[in-house]
Nanobody, 121 residues
Framework: QVQLVESGGGLVQAGGSLRLSCAAS????????MGWYRQAPGKQRELVATITTGKMTNYGDSVKGRFTISRDNAKNTVYLQMNSLKPEDTAVYYCNARLLGGISRVFALYWGQGTQVTVSS
């Protein structure tokens, strides 16, 4: 089986920073793109950032210049450094990974369980 486990969420004041981590574990043969998404109450899930195996990145407009995504391919882990946090960044943050693993013989998209980030004003 394959699991994605996020960590690093919590409560922070506006202007502060947090670093999220997401580790993929289990029977994994290859990981393609990894990413972070978020969902605030009453809103649709939205893109935060993605990163390819070759470390090409893409960011949602609302986080450009404040958030940085990175990954450690040897550890099957993706990170999200969040700086200059705003109350509107409050959401559940989910990581995902397109990977080949488990009993599947094709690449599939896996999601973590989510971690809460709350930014107080």
């Amino acid at each position: 089986q394959v699991q994605l486990v996020e960590s690093g969420g919590g409560l922070v004041q506006a202007g502060g920073s947090l670093r999220l981590s997401c580790a993929a574990s289990g029977t994994i043969f290859s990981i393609d793109t990894m990413g972070w998404y978020r969902q605030a109450p009453g809103k649709q899930r939205e893109l935060v950032a993605t990163i390819t195996t070759g470390k090409m990145t893409n960011y949602g407009d609302s986080v450009k210049g404040r958030f940085t995504i990175s990954r450690d391919n040897a550890k099957n882990t993706v990170y999200l450094q969040m700086n200059s946090l705003k109350p509107e960044d409050t959401a559940v943050y989910y990581c995902n990974a397109r990977l080949l693993g488990g009993i599947s013989r094709v690449f599939a998209l896996y999601w973590g369980q989510g971690t809460q980030v709350t930014v107080s004003s």
